[in-house]
């Protein structure tokens, strides 16, 4: 089992930063891949970001592309996003999930889920 907590959401006004962190315990979290996932009100829950267990790959959303990014500390069994540039159209709960496998965009690859973080971007 492995338990994943979220934290750093809040709200921020367009064009600002935010950095989401999610805190994991319980079985050996460097060998999992890691990702994020968002839920806009009345929308389906999207990926938005990936990293292998290594930190050497990653894959992003497109909507996300070149704002966000994904990174991990090991030895702290925590993984982060970083949020830039961020628009109202982010505005969402955030989740960190895990999987044993690759990287997926998949939601159905990951096994075990945070409760979320709420991220609110004012225009």
């Known amino acids: 089992q492995v338990q994943l907590v979220e934290s750093g959401g809040g709200l921020v006004q367009a064009g600002g930063s935010l950095r989401l962190s999610c805190a994991a315990s319980g079985r050996t979290f460097s060998r999992y891949t890691m990702a994020w996932f968002r839920r806009a009100p009345g929308k389906e829950r999207e990926f938005v970001a990936s990293g292998a267990w290594s930190g050497d790959f990653t894959y992003y959303a497109d909507s996300v592309k070149g704002r966000f990014t994904i990174s991990r500390d090991n030895a702290k069994n925590t993984v982060y996003l970083q949020m830039n540039s961020l628009k109202p159209e982010d505005t969402a709960v955030y989740c960190c999930?895990?999987?044993?496998?690759?990287?997926?965009?998949?939601?159905?690859?990951?096994?075990?889920w945070g409760q979320g973080t709420q991220v609110t971007v004012s225009s």
């Open positions: 999930a895990a999987a044993g496998g690759r990287i997926a965009t998949a939601q159905t690859e990951y096994a075990y």
